[in-house]
């Protein structure tokens, strides 16, 4: 089973939709695990960044902590009707994203989600290693797709500590560059990975089902569109990059 990790519910198909069809293609069996995909229930207030997003998304000038619980759904049913499309399988682990995380806010403001992990959640990845386990999603014979961490988002770096760490413990692990965080050279990685045991692969083959599949993020069309005008670039022919593990002992993490 390959097993693509999103930290957000659009992550995989902006990221690997085309690479995902291919494994499809080639007769596959493939799953998408979305990791950070809720807010809390009895949420009492919103984070200047949370507002901010929420403004965004939802494209209302005032913001309740009812839209942060109607957005959770919105953007769950977006990416079902993302992953329908493209024909992939999705399980959702429901931890709150980074804007709703810590009583005071641990990110409060959008530079603080780009600003390395809260001292409180430094062993976090430990905790999603052991419930990802529990939900008997950690298996030797799986192939593992973890984000590379670039543009350094605080729940896309504890994803990518998730997945470092398994690497670590002989779990084959694969990195892949994030869209639209990404575009550019491999070398842009958070982690050095051209010192490990990796080879560089390029997806550039396009797939009309990816295209189709983003078109159901409507909530996320303000941010994508904003994003890929600052790096001038077209979600049309960008190429997918995957860090692909070539074997050998990994133990520099730690
Ligand atoms: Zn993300």
């Known amino acids: 089973m390959n097993i693509i990790v999103s930290p957000h519910y659009d992550d995989a198909v902006l990221s690997l ?26 949420l009492e207030a919103l984070s200047p960044v949370a507002q901010l997003y ?12 009812n ?7 919105v953007r769950k049913q977006e990416d079902r009707e993302a992953l329908r ?23 409060p403001l959008e530079k603080d989600l780009f600003s390395g992990i809260n001292d409180n959640e430094t062993s976090y990845y430990k905790d999603i290693i052991k419930l990802l386990n ?6 030797k014979e799986n192939t593992y797709y973890f984000p ?41 990685s958070n982690f050095d ?9 390029i997806i550039d083959v396009v797939s009309d089902k990816k295209s189709k599949a983003i078109m159901c993020y409507v909530s996320q069309r303000q941010w994508l569109t904003k994003s890929l005008k600052e790096m001038n670039v077209s979600l ?18 730690k």
């Open 17 to 42: 939709g085309n690479f995902i069809n291919i494994l499809l293609l080639n007769g596959e069996q493939v799953l998408v695990i979305n990791l950070f995909t809720d807010c809390p229930p009895n």
């Open 54 to 65: 929420l403004r965004e998304d939802t494209g209302k000038e005032e913001i309740t902590v």
């Open 67 to 73: 839209d942060a619980l109607a957005m959770s759904n």
């Open 85 to 107: 499309l493209i024909g992939v399988k999705s399980i959702d682990i429901n931890l709150y994203d980074a804007i709703y995380r810590g009583n005071p806010w641990y990110y």
């Open 134 to 139: 529990r939900k008997g999603l950690i298996k």
């Open 148 to 188: 590379a961490g670039i543009g350094s988002h605080v729940d896309h770096i504890i994803t990518l500590k998730v997945g470092l760490e398994l690497m670590s413990f002989g779990y084959n692990c694969n990195f892949y560059q994030e869209f639209p965080y990404n575009y550019g050279s491999f070398e842009e």
């Open 193 to 201: 990975f051209s010192r490990l045991n990796f080879n560089q692969r």
């Open 236 to 253: 049309w022919n960008y190429s997918e990059k995957i860090w692909t593990n070539i074997g050998g002992k990994y133990h520099a993490f």
